[in-house]
């Protein structure tokens, strides 16, 4: 025969309590040599911070230069490099007149959604540009965001033609 049960206790405000071991007590500075914090009370010995009244700023670095003045000033958004983060520079991606060459066959139309199927301009959103890198012999309708003029000049002649894509 098991023993009687007793009843739960009843949770409430008054039976509320952290966790042992998630508290602990503030540590007393100052009282005294034996403590491990007496006489100085973990100030180190002189010096502004070892003073009544004294403020740890948190951006003074010491000695070292300021990461406010190390930062580039360089200003506007025309440059590359003049932003630090490049809110205003234009991304698209690359692909060459030798790829087109590679994978398509004469006279076909070659559009954004066919490149990236054929795995030449992966990246989902990015502009297209088509750029002069190797040679064309086969004659294509290229439409793409962008042209170089050394590609448009080597589509054109081998007989193919440039289309602009809206984004």
């Not at 740890?56 to 190390?70: F, K, T």
């Not at 994978?103 to 297209?128: C, N, Q, Y």
């Amino acid at each position: 025969m098991s023993p009687p049960s007793r009843p739960a206790a009843r949770i409430g405000l008054h039976s509320l309590a952290p966790v042992p071991g998630s508290r602990r007590p503030r540590k007393r500075v100052g009282r005294g040599e034996g403590s491990g914090t007496g006489k100085t009370a973990g100030r180190g010995q002189k010096g502004a911070g070892a003073r009544s009244g004294a403020k740890r700023r948190v951006r003074l670095e010491g000695g070292q230069m300021p990461i406010h003045m190390r930062m580039r000033k360089l200003r506007g958004p025309n440059m590359k490099k003049s932003m630090p983060f490049e809110p205003f520079r234009t991304h698209t991606q690359p692909v060459n007149v030798a790829e087109l060459e590679r994978v398509f066959d004469a006279g076909s139309e070659v559009t954004p959604e066919l490149m990236r199927a054929r795995g030449l301009a992966t990246r989902k959103g990015v502009p297209i540009k088509v750029l002069a890198k190797g040679e064309l012999s086969k004659s294509l309708t290229v439409h793409a965001h962008a042209f170089s003029a050394g590609a448009r000049a080597r589509i054109e002649a081998a007989g193919g033609s440039c289309e602009v894509a809206e984004s």
